[in-house]
Nanobody, 126 residues
Framework: QVQLVESGGDSVQAGGSLRLSCVAS?????????????MAWFRQAPGKEREGVAF????????GYADSVKGRFTISRDNLKNTVFLQMNSLKPEDTAMYFC??????????????WGQGTQVTVSS
């Protein structure tokens, strides 16, 4: 199975930046390496549903963002290192949440993804 480990979460002031990383390892149920999986970032604030933030496909590199982060967040991946990044700029207090890496799915629907990391906390203070 695919394992995901996130890092980079922290507490920052509004307007600041953070870069999250997620390293993928293992293989899919069919035996393919984790590098073939589409990757995504989700977040969940206390008392709220988990929501999709950004995705990046393994083939073709298609990228998509939630409207709330467009123009501020950038998703990228390093296939040689099986790592996906989320560069977050101009952070707002409403970006405060636990951020989760997900793999082997598509779009920004959480039910589409079969592998999840443990999460990394991002806290933005005003």
């Amino acid at each position: 199975q695919v394992q995901l480990v996130e890092s980079g979460g922290d507490s920052v002031q509004a307007g600041g930046s953070l870069r999250l990383s997620c390293v993928a390892s293992g293989s899919t149920a069919s035996g393919a390496p984790a590098s073939v999986c589409n990757m995504a970032w989700f977040r969940q604030a206390p008392g709220k549903e988990r929501e999709g933030v950004a995705f990046i496909y393994a083939r073709g590199g298609a990228i998509g963002y939630a409207d709330s982060v467009k123009g501020r967040f950038t998703i990228s991946r390093d296939n040689l290192k099986n790592t996906v990044f989320l560069q977050m700029n101009s952070l707002k207090p409403e970006d405060t949440a636990m951020y989760f890496c997900a793999a082997c799915g598509y779009s920004l629907a959480k039910n589409n993804y079969s592998a999840w990391g443990q999460g990394t906390q991002v806290t933005v203070s005003s």
